[in-house]
């Protein structure tokens, strides 16, 4: 009898329900995410179905309608438990995905131009051009690799700046040049060299990683106010890549007060660089604010400290790819247009507009339509993460709550603990709040001077320190539990 009792199916069904539902509320407790309270409630809400199918399924006592019923129950049930056990796997894996590896990941190539006979380095005959000033150990690497996988040592040619060498390839004085990846947009920004993309080509490109120190001067996120610096890197892409930061956000976050300040700085703000002089960088050198994002956001937190004399807790660095992957997992957003403009072939019509991925990054990447140029490219950027931020503390994020774990994995990067990430959707899990959010902009006066980067001039624009000042004390107002009169 007994040896029967083991061989009916209804008993492995069983054991599959009770092993699901073991997995789940492991990884309910895992997660750390969801409140505690509703956790308990899940767990005996849990181990009470499964008294109820063991008494269904295996029980001497269950009849044949109570083990056709158990065993229909427990199909869907387990269909449930693996969809949830999946969500939760994948849910926990975010916070590690975007979590800040350490690693920053440099692109260096040789560029020579799209019109030449030259296809491979060997084909090289003339000198290859450098800037003295640019990556160097990058460009130190490159010619390494090049001698150990080609067996081919390159005629150098060293120029003083990035600009020079460009020129030097355009006007045939050097029949190549060595050009990192990152600082590529501002080649081609220059007016001289904007079709630069076109009229070049590279032909080799070596990648390598170093090593970045991604502490963050941690507090308890869900009790303590804390100030996140936003980066948004020009590149699409590997949101690892190194390039310039085109979007500056300090925003300060109370918890408590559930008030939320976004602080916008012009990308072309002239700055005194700080850093670590380790990382190739112009320390002590003013440059323009973007720049400091060639040598990761932990360059540029260092030198917006030093401007605005305050400390940054963390970092979030975002790409163009970012934007639309993360705008469109959400179903879109909506933001206040104030004016008419058009870029990208879309035309943007003042008042409470939605925009999807693509539209949101055109929308936040146009100044030459306004009089206030970066000014007010800076505000449509606020704008767009405000919507982002109005869309992520909503309950609709669960209506497309896959398709977001899945976009988010490699469209973000910070420092965040992934410890210090889940304590704050787990109080805003608690207790369903929402949010202030103000924004304001830096100013200054428009100029051209020495950029270290460069090593040329270029367009800057000249800190307005009343401004500056006005924003840490808004800032402060927030940090002590106040609301900044902005409105």
Not at 22 to 34: E, G, T, Y
Request: charged share 20%.
């Amino acid at each position: 009898m007994k040896k029967e009792y083991w061989k009916k199916p209804t008993w492995y069904l069983f054991l599959l329900t009770l092993l699901l539902s073991v997995v789940i509320i492991v990884q309910l407790f895992l997660l750390a995410m969801i409140p505690i309270h509703f956790v308990v409630i899940a767990t005996v809400v849990v181990l009470l179905m499964d008294l109820l199918f063991y008494f269904l399924l295996v029980s001497r006592k269950a009849n044949k309608v109570n083990r056709i019923l158990g065993s229909v129950l427990s199909v869907v049930l387990c269909i449930g438990m693996v969809v949830g056990n999946l969500y939760l796997f994948k849910t926990n894996s975010l916070f590690e995905d975007i979590t800040h590896s350490g690693e920053q990941k440099n692109v260096v190539s040789v560029v020579v131009k799209s019109d030449s006979d030259i296809e491979s380095v060997q084909d090289l005959k003339q000198s290859i051009g450098y800037a003295k000033t640019m990556d160097a150990d990058g460009t130190k690497q490159l010619f390494a690799d090049i001698k150990e996988k080609e067996q081919l040592t390159l005629q150098q040619k060293e120029y003083n700046s990035l600009i020079d060498v460009t020129q030097a390839l355009k006007d045939g004085d050097c029949e190549a040049m060595v050009l990192n990846e990152s600082y590529r947009s501002m080649v081609s920004e220059n007016a001289i060299f904007e079709d630069f993309d076109q009229d070049t080509k590279a032909i080799y490109t070596y990648t390598y990683y170093t090593k970045v120190d991604p502490n963050a001067k941690a507090v308890d996120v869900s009790k303590e106010a804390f100030t996140v610096l936003i980066s948004g890197i020009d590149v699409y892409g590997d949101i690892a890549a190194t390039s310039r930061s085109d979007v500056n956000l300090l925003v300060t976050v109370n918890p408590l007060t559930k008030e939320i300040l976004m602080v916008s700085i012009p990308r072309d703000y002239y700055v005194e660089t700080a850093c670590d002089a380790a990382d190739g960088c112009g320390r002590g050198q003013m440059d323009k604010l973007t720049h400091t994002g060639l040598h990761g956001a932990h360059t540029t937190q260092a030198t917006l400290e030093k401007l605005f004399g305050i400390e940054i807790n963390y970092t979030l660095r975002v790409n163009f790819s970012s934007v639309q992957t993360i705008v469109d997992a959400l179903g879109g957003i909506e933001v206040n247009n104030p004016q008419t403009f058009r870029i990208g072939g879309y035309t943007f019509e003042p008042g409470r507009i939605h925009l999807d991925g693509d539209q949101a990054l055109m929308f936040s990447r146009e100044r030459k339509s306004f009089g206030e140029g970066d000014r007010e490219r800076g505000r449509n950027q606020m704008r767009v993460f405000s919507g982002i931020l109005d869309k992520v503390t909503s309950p609709a994020i669960l209506t497309n709550y896959m398709s977001i774990l899945d976009a988010v994995g490699d469209s973000f990067e910070t420092n965040m603990s992934s410890g210090e990430m889940k304590s704050l959707v787990q109080m805003q899990l608690n207790d369903r709040a929402s949010w202030h959010i103000q924004q304001m902009s830096v100013d200054g006066a428009n100029g051209n001077d020495y950029c270290y980067e460069l090593q040329n001039t270029a367009w800057v624009m000249y800190p307005d320190m009343d401004t500056v000042d006005a924003a840490v004390k808004a800032m402060e107002t927030v940090i002590h539990g106040g609301r900044p009169d902005l409105e």
